[in-house]
């Protein structure tokens, strides 16, 4: 009983009120450092929070998943109160330059009462961590997240990226640099939009 919707998944209340604080908080600091887009500002949570939950679908959650060029936090704020739920002993780590948006991310992170890590550093200066799962959203083209994703993931990871109406042109241009095996699932909010996972990256 008690469990809450989101998307096409459920979440228990608990998970789904630390959702609603972090969409507040998103709101309230986005004007000061622009965390998410003006425009969408006003649906955070389809746009944004419910964009994130999906990418967390279909998967058993990991023992270390690392996110990388976090910006406000999604979907890797998302993925560390989901994994709260799911996976309490779960390791997330958020990657993210950006100062300010560090300082947003660990205010968030504690506010929510989840546990995360925040590394304030470029993602290509970060040492390698083997991690069980990588993610991105918004962040750059499929070839360089594939380099992000060999570099960090160890042998058996699973990349998971968010990708829009072009990801099959990005697919195709990938594939003359890496090999890899691919998964799309069609995007809860948007309607040419895809979540790509994507396993055994090599360089071609």
Not at 48 to 60: A, L, N, P, T, Y
Not at 145 to 152: P, S
Not at 155 to 170: N, T
Request: some cysteine.
């Amino acid at each position: 009983m008690g469990e809450m919707k989101i998307g096409e998944t459920y979440v228990s209340r608990e998970t789904y009120e630390r959702l609603k604080h972090y969409e507040l908080l998103v709101k309230k600091w986005s004007p000061k450092i622009n965390l998410v887009a003006k425009s969408t500002l006003v649906d955070v949570w389809d746009r944004h929070i419910v964009d994130s939950v999906q990418i967390c679908q279909g998967i058993d959650f990991p023992r270390s998943w690392l996110d990388i060029g976090s910006g406000g936090g999604f979907p890797g704020v998302v993925v560390a109160i989901l994994a709260a739920e799911r996976a309490p002993d779960c390791a997330v780590t958020l990657i993210e330059s950006d100062q300010r948006k560090c300082a947003f991310l660990r205010t968030a992170i504690r506010e929510c009462g989840v546990t995360a890590t925040v590394v304030s550093e470029r993602i290509e200066k970060v040492p390698p961590m083997a991690v069980d799962v990588i993610s991105a959203r918004a962040l750059a083209d499929l070839s360089t997240l594939l380099g992000f994703a060999e570099r960090h993931l160890q042998p058996k990871g699973i990349a998971l990226f968010s990708k829009g109406i072009q990801w099959k042109k990005e697919v195709d241009n990938a594939r003359s640099q890496w090999q890899f095996d691919l998964k799309s699932t069609k995007s809860w909010t948007e309607p040419d939009a895809v979540v790509l996972e994507i396993r055994g990256v090599t360089r071609v």
